[in-house]
C-alpha cells in the first residue's frame, strides 16, 4: 500500500484545512485508516480513525467536535477536514493504514502503512 497525504499549508487561528491522502496498491475498502500528528520535540499522537465501511469512526478528544474524518472507497481516499484550528494544532500529519477484517477504528491501532506526511502550521 502507498500512501500520499496533501492539503497541509499555513493557516491563521480559526481557519480551516482539508487533508486528503490517496491510496494505491491494495483494496482500499478493506484498510481501517488513519490520521496521526507529530509536533515539533513531541511524540507521534493519534488524532482519527475511520473504519473500512466508514460506519465507525474514533477521534482524540483534543480535535473532537473540531475535525472531521471521512473516507470515499470509489476513489481511494480519506480526508481529514480541520476546522477551528488553533496553533497547538501545527504538526506533521500522517495518514496511515492497517488491514483488519473487523470494521472498526481505534485509537490504538497498530498500522502498516504510511504517508510521507504533510505540514501543517497554525499562526496565532
Known amino acids: 500500500v502507498q500512501l500520499q497525504a496533501s492539503g497541509g499549508g499555513l493557516v491563521q487561528a480559526g481557519g480551516s484545512l482539508r487533508l486528503s491522502c490517496a491510496a494505491s496498491g491494495r483494496t482500499f475498502s478493506s484498510l481501517i485508516m488513519g490520521w496521526l500528528r507529530q509536533a515539533p520535540g513531541k511524540e507521534r499522537e493519534f488524532v482519527a480513525a475511520?473504519?473500512?465501511?466508514?460506519?465507525?469512526?474514533n477521534y482524540a478528544d483534543s480535535v473532537k467536535g473540531r475535525f472531521t474524518i471521512s473516507r470515499d472507497n470509489a476513489k481511494n481516499a480519506v480526508f481529514l477536514q480541520m476546522n477551528s484550528l488553533k496553533p497547538e494544532d501545527t504538526a506533521i500529519y500522517y495518514c496511515a493504514a492497517v488491514f483488519d477484517y473487523r470494521d472498526y477504528a481505534s485509537d490504538k491501532m497498530n498500522y502498516d502503512y504510511w504517508g510521507q506526511g504533510t505540514l501543517v502550521t497554525v499562526s496565532s
Open positions: 475511520i473504519s473500512w465501511s466508514g460506519r465507525r469512526t
